[in-house]
């Protein structure tokens, strides 16, 4: 019996196992997909928010404030990339100026460290790029941006080192709260792999965590799916703007955010749709069109630079706020639902708030051998002449180029595949070192990282998935059907 089980391994779920790994505990994630980061995680703004906007008192406004403030120091110690931006509120038209008052009074109650109000020559002083239509804005020194894949990666694999277990392509099917001969409560999970049986789960399941809580508990919760789409900008246009520029709602409508990427990318988005399908993240032309009449309200001149486009689910409670703790009618299991926006940003305190739950619940022991450290894929995008030189004497394989928008080496591929929790699929690959996320999306490097990852997990190349199961690349041979 596993001591505890973690329904999902997105940034919630890895960042609970990070944090449970520092306890002396048998700890198993499940993941219906083929890697971490496949759902809501993958999908997102990246956006680190400072916490003015939640609602002073809800458990959005506080691990929002707290989720900030441990990204600032995990970015470091576990090797992910983070840059401490700021985000800027605009007011377009004075009637808004009474929004950025009451926004700056909504932060102070949170705790938000350095926000002030620029009017406009100072805005524009700081941001030449925004629309002259802005009349002021409430600037958050504390706002931020991260890769949100690197950020959950780094979670798993530094759980991973701590011995927490991973299952891949492992859906759960029910589960049923029983009792034990000595009256000790458990849960049998029933899963596609089969049957797992578990003193604690943890419910970090995203769009579908409502349907895991309404299993074992009377009081039922409802989660609704929030499509958001965004636009993805060529480098070309990434240093349109420093910060992250939200857009306070007003009769022009709620407004998009325009924020750089930490990779240097420009980035437009999202838009808000309640769906009933929790799967869908199809992109429209009306909403992409949408988000580029949007996002220009923001700046002076937004290039037509986008080289793709995409949509992520936004898991959505009724009662609209954050739901974490354990159920009042089932024991030992624990729910972190309705985790939305700032839900990216709450996620490490979120970890740590979880941790400690369990810690009371098993009465477990702090492990004396913690790893708390983990080192991230060297990138010879962003090396130094010196540190490229060093990494090629190493491994010759980081001198020879796969992806070239990105500048990601066979190198940089196989750390990859072969490290912690290493990538086992071309997304993988993707996400770990960003081949494939260029400006060609992946017309150059996808014939060469395909044979690199076929050889590296010892299979024929037509088993090579884009992101599991049913996604395959090759249909065959043409020789073979000659």
Known sequence: MKDV?????????????????????????????SDVCEGTSKANSGIVHSGYDAKPGTLKAKFNVEGN?????????????????????LALEEEGRAGIEALLERGKANGVPGLRILEKEELLKMEPGVSKNAVCALYAPSGGIVCPFNMTIAFAENAVDNGVIFEFDTAVKNIIGKTSEDGEVYYSIETTTGIVESKVVINAAGVYSDVFHNMVSEDKIHITPRKGEYLLMDKAAGDLVKSTLFQLPSKLGKGVLVTPTVHGNLMVGPTAESIEDPEDTSTSAEGLGLLFERGALSVESLPRLTITSFAGLRAHEDGGDFIIGEVKDSPGFIDAAGIESPGLTAAPAIGVCVAGLVKNILKASDKKDFISTRKGIPSMALATPEERAALIASDPSYAHVICRCELVTEGEIKNAINRTLGARTVDGIKRRTRAGMGRCQTGFCLARTIPLLAEALGVDEEEITKSGKGSYYIEGKIKDSL
């Open 5 to 33: 089980t973690i329904i999902g391994a997105g940034v919630t779920g890895s960042a609970i196992a990070r944090e449970l790994s520092r306890l002396d505990l048998d700890i198993l994630v499940l993941e219906k997909e």
């Open 69 to 89: 403030k441990l990204i600032h120091e995990l970015s470091k110690t576990l090797d992910f990339p983070f840059k401490e931006n700021g985000s800027l509120v």
